[in-house]
């Protein structure tokens, strides 16, 4: 009789729970801007969003949440019967239309808050002790005449009061903050969420902008789903060049509903902000998928790739010893203990991505024999299909050429077909130099592949 093999739920949860452990680290103390629209106050999901911001704010993250109140803007205009003439999609806002917006933009805020102060038992919030925070922390001015009409209280952000908000949370606040500016002359202007949101990440140096969006994700059908339309990963240069390009059939790369939201994303990277991220409001728990784990769910963007090849160094010895101590364990790769990695360092290259080493090998050189060996080349199990072994095999390739040297060697018990699809032909001990032929070992019997380059 045989048994279905299963897994553990306590061994998936400590795996689960280590693995975020250094999330946790980095994050503490950093400041998060987080702007979410009108529509995401409606869901009925917003409590779970609620849920994950106090878990957030629990684990020593500096929160700054910039809400929208469009859908409820427009509800109340509807109510007033009142129209409203848009430029260039931004609503001109008169003083009736400010009345409404005022009315609006309080009850969502006063609603948030409630929600924030929840300390319900037997529930997320349960000992919760958020202290959510408000203030006049945003000067406005108008947006002006656009295109012949005077947009009048529609405004823009003109400064972020930083040393406020900072010093609310030093003081451990959640600190929430409406789409309405005000003037040194007493006056009150409608903003996007968008620009608040871009503006106090940029003024606060924020490590971390987050957008969450309507029309990402699984459960909304819609062409930014495609990968090739927002890919996982941009650079500002990218995402400029995705905003800026067009398809064949002469239609946007970039749907217009988000295109905004991207633009503000690239501006704040440009001016300091680490990471900017475009995520979807329609999956539950969107943020912690996002931020604690490596892939994410969304969009993330940053000034460089997060992704580099650069030769190892003495802190990178215990990460390398994560990635191929399973693989000493199979019998795949020749064990070597912390003390001969830190020893040979110097011949080691990472592949390293967003802080996390993903792959690694070394290079070998016989120069009395012209020739050099490839060894230990190991990618993360959850990583092997991106290409990331033929980088770093080009990557030792062209470090051998640099040294005056052609032939590449790499002995190996179970990548044959993988050497051999690159270009490596198989070959006796014999062949190899004679020091190394003094240390084959037999017994493994491992394959002797050549590579000419």
Not at 60 to 82: C, N
Request: proline share 5%; charged share 20%.
């Amino acid at each position: 009789m045989t048994a279905d093999i299963q897994t553990n739920p306590t061994t998936d949860f400590v795996s689960w729970f280590r693995s975020v452990a250094p999330y946790i680290h980095a994050f503490r103390g950093k400041v998060f801007v987080i702007g979410f629209s009108g529509e995401m106050i409606t869901d009925a999901k917003f409590v779970n969003f609620i849920h994950d911001i106090n878990l957030l704010a629990s684990l020593g993250v500096r929160l700054v949440l910039i809400h929208g109140a469009r859908p409820q803007i427009q509800l109340r205009l509807d109510e007033s019967q009142l129209e409203t003439q848009t430029v260039m999609g931004m609503r001109v806002t008169d003083p009736a239309a400010l009345q409404c917006v005022k009315e609006s933009v309080g009850r969502v805020h006063h609603e948030i808050a409630a929600l924030l102060s929840m300390g319900l038992p037997n529930s997320p919030m349960a000992n919760a002790s958020i202290r959510v925070t408000s203030g006049n922390f945003v000067t406005a001015c108008p947006q002006g005449v656009i295109q012949g009409v005077d947009l009048m209280h529609t405004g823009k952000v003109r400064k972020i009061n930083a040393q406020a908000i900072h010093s609310r949370l030093e003081q451990g606040d959640v600190v929430l903050i409406s789409p309405l500016g005000y003037s040194p002359t007493g006056e009150i202007f409608n903003l996007t969420m968008e620009n608040v949101a871009t503006e106090a990440a940029i003024a606060l140096n924020a490590e971390k902008l987050i957008f969450l969006l309507d029309m990402l994700g699984d459960t909304a059908a819609s062409e930014i789903d495609n990968p090739a339309t927002l890919p996982r990963e941009l650079t500002v240069a990218e995402s400029k060049l995705l905003l800026e390009n067009k398809t064949p059939t002469t239609k946007p790369l970039v749907p217009d509903a988000i295109r905004p939201s991207l633009q503000y994303a690239t501006k704040a990277c440009e001016m300091g902000v680490a990471r900017t991220h475009l995520i979807s409001r329609h999956n539950d728990g969107a943020i912690l998928q996002e931020l604690f784990t490596h892939h994410g769910i969304g969009t993330m963007i940053s000034r460089e790739t997060l992704q580099a090849l650069r030769k190892a160094r003495i802190e990178d010895v215990g990460g390398i010893l994560q990635l191929i101590e399973p693989l000493e364990a199979e019998g795949i790769l020749v064990r070597r203990g912390r003390e001969l990695l830190e020893i040979e360092i110097d011949r080691f290259t990472v592949l390293e991505h967003d802080g996390i080493i993903l792959g690694c090998a070394a290079l070998y050189p016989f120069p009395e024999e012209h020739a050099c060996e490839l060894a230990c080349l190991a990618i993360h199990p959850d990583y092997r299909d991106f290409g990331h072994g033929n980088r770093l095999l080009k990557h030792i390739e062209n470090q051998t050429i640099s040294q005056g040297i052609h032939t590449l060697f790499a002995l190996t018990t179970h990548a044959t077909h993988w050497f051999i699809e690159h270009g490596f032909t198989e070959a006796t001990p014999a062949e190899l130099p004679k020091v190394k032929q003094n240390l084959y070992n037999y017994q493994r019997r491992s394959k002797v592949l050549i590579k000419h380059l």
